[in-house]
């Protein structure tokens, strides 16, 4: 770990200081001590790297195999933003600086990238090593209140343990999900009040919460495997199954434009839970959803049978049917879906589990290829944003200089991570960008600090 030093020399001026120790955070600072300032890192935790150590299940998903274009795609509109952080230090720099401290990867489905232990604590165990040799000075368990500034420029940041002079700051706070982590939204306070925009902060890769919570309640706990999901701006009883594209659509999927009054529809699989709905194509679809939330109804219709067209599944169920007349409704359906959605399925097509296949008549086995087909919930709302995986929103990127990550309403203030309003899919993207403009943030602090000329530093308590 990085030295700890003496109260004293401890408020000895600094060239750069940043704030927070996530991701970004180590990143800028390693990066601004290598590239020859003195750095101090401010953490309000009692450790270094707490949402690190969370992601990817506790294996760190740190990034991804996609080449530049198929990244800045999973960022959705604002990922033009990222090409000259992403440019500057891509991934391959990313993966030799954590082999030059001891963390080998690997790569794994969808182009995941982790550390071949599995372990998050390596890669946070890597990035302290990188501080460390550059001398980073980092000191734990310190709220940072405030950032000073003077005539338009930073002169250091006010904490709980007194008043800290810099020439430039690193903001790498982080958003407002996992507060556990130190992730409370602590800088969006902090820039507001020197005249930063914040763009609305939204829950992304977020669970969703139901009106027809008896219905999910009743299916608890199954999970399912490549089914269909689309999400419509419409109320349940409005949707259009004709409607639903014969491709997949969304944010980093390349593909033709979506028809009118779908949000989304996405392949692959999803969890039903007490409150509603969960798992990967959920979260990924999350954030559309809560934006076409704020502008009316919203609900989705999920088809567990996506291989099998109306008239295919028609003509399974009659051939089962046939072939097991004398066996009951229900004992048919296990085998075409999981056994706890059998009776709720039963239930929403009108037709008695018990009643023998023989006697199910042609509308009721329309009916219940129609609630396979289409299994439909109308959206209540996300999870709390305190839930999310990912924060969206953030520091305007109008107010942000994508070539150094620098502010462009106050001078020597610069921004890496989260805390900007960029965000994407799961797959290791964010993680990546946190790296990417953390390595960007602290470069252009430490050249700040070391060669632009400077206002004269605030005085403690002035």
């Given at each position: 770990?990085?030295?700890?030093k003496?109260?004293?020399?401890?408020?000895?001026?600094?060239?750069?200081?940043?704030?927070?120790?996530?991701?970004?955070?180590?990143?800028?600072?390693?990066?601004?001590?290598?590239?020859g300032?003195?750095?101090?890192?401010?953490?309000?935790?009692?450790?270094?790297?707490?949402?690190?150590?969370?992601?990817?299940?506790?294996?760190?998903?740190?990034?991804?195999?996609?080449?530049?274009?198929?990244f800045?795609?999973?960022?959705?509109?604002?990922?033009?933003?990222?090409?000259?952080?992403?440019h500057?230090?891509?991934?391959?720099?990313?993966?030799?600086?954590?082999?030059?401290?001891?963390?080998?990867?690997?790569?794994e489905?969808?182009?995941?990238?982790?550390?071949?232990?599995?372990r998050?604590?390596?890669?946070?165990?890597?990035?302290?090593?990188?501080?460390?040799?550059?001398?980073?000075?980092?000191?734990?368990?310190?709220?940072?209140?405030?950032?000073?500034?003077?005539?338009?420029?930073?002169?250091?940041?006010?904490?709980?343990?007194?008043?800290?002079?810099?020439?430039?700051?690193?903001?790498a706070?982080?958003?407002?999900?996992?507060?556990?982590?130190?992730?409370?939204?602590?800088?969006?306070?902090?820039?507001?009040?020197?005249?930063?925009?914040?763009?609305?902060?939204?829950?992304?890769?977020?669970?969703?919460?139901?009106?027809?919570?008896?219905?999910?309640?009743?299916?608890?706990?199954?999970?399912?495997?490549?089914?269909?999901?689309?999400?419509?701006?419409?109320?349940?009883?409005?949707?259009?199954?004709?409607?639903?594209?014969?491709?997949?659509?969304?944010?980093?999927?390349?593909?033709?434009?979506?028809?009118?009054?779908?949000?989304?529809s996405?392949?692959?699989?999803?969890?039903?839970?007490?409150?509603?709905?969960?798992?990967?194509?959920?979260?990924?679809?999350?954030?559309?959803?809560?934006?076409?939330?704020?502008?009316?109804?919203v609900?989705?219709?999920?088809?567990?049978?996506?291989?099998?067209?109306?008239?295919?599944?028609?003509?399974?169920?009659?051939?089962?049917?046939?072939?097991?007349?004398?066996?009951?409704?229900?004992?048919?359906?296990?085998?075409?879906?999981?056994?706890?959605?059998?009776?709720?399925?039963?239930?929403?097509?009108?037709?008695?589990?018990?009643?023998?296949?023989?006697?199910?008549?042609?509308?009721?086995?329309?009916?219940?290829?129609?609630?396979?087909?289409?299994?439909?919930?109308?959206?209540k709302?996300p999870?709390?944003?305190?839930?999310a995986?990912?924060?969206?929103?953030?520091?305007?990127?109008?107010?942000?200089?994508?070539?150094?990550?620098?502010?462009?309403?106050?001078?020597?203030?610069?921004?890496?991570?989260?805390?900007?309003d960029?965000?994407?899919?799961?797959?290791?993207?964010?993680?990546?960008?946190?790296?990417?403009?953390?390595?960007?943030?602290?470069?252009?602090?430490a050249?700040?600090?070391?060669?632009?000329?400077?206002?004269?530093?605030?005085?403690?308590?002035?």
């Amino acid at each position: 770990m990085p030295q700890k030093k003496s109260e004293q020399t401890a408020r000895e001026d600094h060239d750069v200081i940043v704030i927070g120790a996530g991701a970004g955070g180590m990143m800028a600072a390693g990066r601004a001590a290598e590239a020859g300032a003195r750095v101090l890192l401010l953490e309000k935790m009692k450790q270094p790297g707490k949402k690190i150590l969370l992601s990817g299940k506790t294996r760190c998903n740190l990034s991804n195999v996609k080449d530049l274009k198929g990244f800045i795609a999973m960022f959705g509109d604002n990922g033009p933003f990222l090409y000259r952080a992403f440019h500057h230090f891509p991934r391959e720099n990313l993966l030799n600086l954590l082999s030059a401290y001891g963390v080998e990867t690997k790569v794994e489905r969808g182009g995941r990238i982790f550390p071949v232990s599995d372990r998050a604590e390596d890669v946070v165990f890597a990035l302290c090593l990188f501080m460390e040799k550059f001398q980073v000075e980092l000191r734990t368990g310190i709220r940072v209140e405030g950032i000073e500034t003077r005539k338009g420029h930073v002169t250091g940041v006010q904490t709980g343990e007194g008043y800290f002079p810099s020439k430039s700051v690193v903001l790498a706070t982080g958003g407002a999900t996992y507060p556990m982590t130190g992730s409370t939204g602590d800088g969006y306070r902090m820039v507001s009040s020197l005249g930063h925009s914040i763009v609305k902060l939204r829950p992304a890769l977020v669970p969703l919460i139901v009106a027809e919570t008896d219905l999910a309640a009743s299916m608890q706990g199954v999970s399912l495997k490549n089914v269909r999901m689309t999400a419509f701006a419409c109320p349940s009883d409005q949707i259009d199954l004709s409607r639903i594209p014969g491709f997949e659509t969304g944010r980093g999927i390349r593909s033709r434009k979506r028809p009118s009054a779908v949000i989304e529809s996405r392949q692959g699989e999803m969890m039903m839970t007490h409150f509603g709905l969960g798992g990967p194509i959920t979260l990924l679809m999350s954030l559309s959803i809560v934006d076409a939330l704020a502008k009316g109804p919203v609900s989705v219709s999920i088809d567990l049978k996506p291989a099998l067209d109306v008239k295919q599944l028609h003509e399974r169920l009659q051939r089962d049917f046939n072939a097991s007349g004398k066996r009951t409704f229900r004992r048919i359906m296990a085998n075409l879906v999981p056994h706890k959605m059998v009776d709720p399925l039963t239930r929403l097509a009108g037709v008695e589990g018990d009643r023998a296949a023989s006697q199910i008549t042609s509308r009721e086995r329309a009916a219940i290829v129609m609630a396979m087909k289409s299994l439909r919930f109308t959206i209540k709302s996300p999870l709390p944003l305190s839930r999310a995986i990912v924060t969206a929103g953030g520091i305007s990127l109008k107010e942000i200089d994508p070539k150094t990550m620098a502010s462009l309403k106050v001078a020597g203030l610069y921004f890496c991570g989260e805390v900007m309003d960029i965000d994407a899919d799961t797959g290791g993207y964010n993680l990546q960008a946190a790296f990417s403009t953390g390595w960007l943030a602290g470069e252009s602090a430490a050249r700040h600090a070391l060669f632009e000329p400077h206002q004269p530093q605030k005085e403690p308590n002035g």
